[in-house]
């Protein structure tokens, strides 16, 4: 019995000024080949997809505060229980006397994550929160 190849190979016609630019990029990005920075594109724009549609997707909260902020600390617990389905773990981490970085790995519809970001991001004391978003495999 044959084995079938999960690997589909075509071809594609770009312009020379394009494919120049292109391969300058994947070579500052040290892509050992066009084929790997095309499938990290296309799996990018998927990513992009599902988000913009309200899908699953799976990701990181990165967070720095200001833990002596009055009652900070609380009411991001509190806003960490009300989110508990769409939270996959914690990670803390005390970075000087008053500065806390805060990891939370996150699962969950797009517009949930979204909504958990937002709310620990407006609070008055928090410095910097970034989401990393990528796909669920689902």
Request: charged fraction near 25%; include cysteine.
């Given at each position: 019995?044959?084995?079938?190849?999960?690997?589909?190979?075509?071809?594609?016609?770009?312009?020379?000024?394009?494919?120049?630019?292109?391969?300058?990029?994947?070579?500052?990005?040290?892509y050992?080949?066009?084929?790997?920075?095309?499938?990290?594109?296309?799996?990018?724009?998927?990513?992009?997809?599902?988000?913009?549609?309200?899908?699953?997707?799976?990701?990181?909260?990165?967070?720095?505060?200001?833990?002596?902020?009055?009652?900070?600390?609380?009411?991001?617990?509190?806003?960490?229980?009300?989110f508990?389905?769409?939270?996959?773990?914690?990670?803390?981490?005390?970075?000087?006397?008053?500065?806390?970085?805060?990891?939370?790995?996150?699962?969950?519809?797009?517009?949930?994550?979204?909504?958990?970001?937002?709310?620990?991001?407006?609070?008055?004391?928090?410095k910097?929160?970034?989401?990393?978003?990528?796909?669920?495999?689902?």
């Amino acid at each position: 019995m044959k084995h079938r190849s999960e690997v589909y190979r075509f071809g594609v016609s770009l312009e020379k000024t394009l494919i120049e630019a292109f391969d300058h990029h994947i070579e500052a990005q040290r892509y050992k080949s066009r084929s790997e920075a095309i499938r990290d594109l296309i799996r990018e724009d998927l990513v992009r997809k599902q988000w913009t549609e309200g899908g699953t997707v799976a990701g990181a909260i990165v967070m720095t505060y200001d833990h002596h902020k009055r009652e900070l600390v609380n009411v991001l617990l509190d806003i960490q229980h009300d989110f508990q389905e769409t939270i996959i773990s914690t990670q803390h981490v005390h970075l000087d006397h008053h500065h806390c970085l805060e990891i939370i790995a996150v699962k969950g519809s797009s517009k949930d994550v979204e909504n958990l970001a937002t709310t620990l991001k407006v609070q008055v004391g928090v410095k910097h929160l970034s989401l990393s978003i990528s796909s669920s495999t689902e």
